[in-house]
């Protein structure tokens, strides 16, 4: 009885270990700037496109994939790399690296520079993946895990996308259907369908495919659409509440490339007990202000240093003080710094705390120098949207929309990504 007992105990905890979803995590405290994009495309997603070869059965990638991060530390470690393949909700799937990949899933990393004349010491990794002995032969949602070869821990995750592109995306963001907030919100309609010019026997149906939208780089509101019907041989997933996102407003930012001399919303450096602590101009509730189109990267971040050759290794570590001047906190939930700054994280390592003697929500960051755009969201069971506490709304607002479509037949033994594509309002 006892061994049944454990034997099931055993059994959910292995379940609940597999349902655990992967994200972008750094899982040590001194690893900082991690980056991971396609080459030659620092500022999108990471998204991968295979290449049908002679054969239409056989495709594989090309496009090479560059990942870099800093360790705040004196000497190198030995690292590794290794490869895994998620489902479409990022639950990692029982796909074995034989079954989406040539070559070897694992490696080193080899390529690594120490810091040059900066106050912080730190290692800089760089890793370049996918050759011609190494390519995926399998779309989908990956995951990119560094750990220790010392004591195998992990120490960060990195998610990407590998897309067929066999399907075609039309897709247009425009006013909510439903003729509420429209001064507020954005729609973003979808149709799929399968290119004219290509001979597959891809079969698009409505229980094959599954449909996400994601707002920029943010977690919180990215969600499935439901299907809404047929326009010829394509699929359209429109007029539907998922379809409603509301507009937000424009990122808000600030650049510290030049410690020497206030940039782009920086008020100065100063110096504390050895460290550099670096005081952004307070921000401003703007939800009841006018919109103001302003141009920025849409949550994104560049390393950047005004002075120096090369801000890789150069570019030095700075507190950043943040901070949202109001009376009194608000009832709705908690205050985050979002943006890729923060791994568009809404949990502990973003939350702003209230300080009632500055009257103000602050927050602290260890950040290298560079430009960061951001935004200040509320998360909580009452708050109306993340967006309209502090940020505000509008339906002119400059959002970049990534579509993912995924497709899953009886045959299939895993989830295939169909095609991805990006559409800004």
Known sequence: ?????????????????????????AWVPDLKTVELYREGAPLEPPVLTM????????AETRERLVLTFDLLEAEARSLRWSLGHCDADWQRDNL????????????????????????????????????????LTHSGNYVLTVTDDANGDTLLTRRFWVSEGAVGIEAEVTRPYDGIGIMQRQEV?????????RNTSLQLRPEYERVMVQQNGRLDNARWLEFSGYDGLGLTYRFRRQNIFDGGNTFRYFDM???????????????YGGELLALVRPCE???????????????GMKVNIWDRQNPAIE???????LSLPVSQPTLDGSVYVVGALTDWRMDESSRMEYSPERRAYTKRLLLKQG?????????GPRAASATSTYEGDHQETPNTYTIYVYHRSPADRADRLMAVRRVER
């Not at 009885?1 to 995590?25: N, P």
């Not at 290449?51 to 056989?58: K, R």
């Not at 509730?285 to 949550?299: F, I, M, Q, V």
Request: proline share 3%; net charge negative.
């Open 1 to 25: 009885m006892k061994k049944t007992i454990l034997s099931g105990l055993c059994l959910i905890l292995c379940s609940l270990c597999t349902a655990q979803r992967v994200a972008d995590s």
């Open 51 to 58: 290449v049908t070869n002679d054969d239409e059965m056989s």
């Open 96 to 135: 074995q690296p034989i079954d989406f990949m040539t070559g070897l899933g694992e490696g080193p990393i080899n390529e690594y520079d120490f810091s040059f004349t900066t106050r912080t010491d730190y290692v800089h990794y760089r890793l370049t993946l996918l050759d011609r002995f190494t390519q």
């Open 189 to 197: 309609d979808v149709k799929i369908e399968k290119p004219q010019t």
């Open 257 to 271: 490339s030049n410690l020497r001399a206030p940039m782009y919303n920086m008020m100065g450096v100063q110096e």
């Open 285 to 299: 509730d703007r939800s009841a202000k006018h919109y103001l189109s302003e141009t920025t990267l849409n949550g």
């Open 315 to 321: 570019a030095d570590y700075v507190w950043v003080m």
């Open 371 to 379: 430009y960061y755009a951001y935004q200040l969201l509320v998360g």
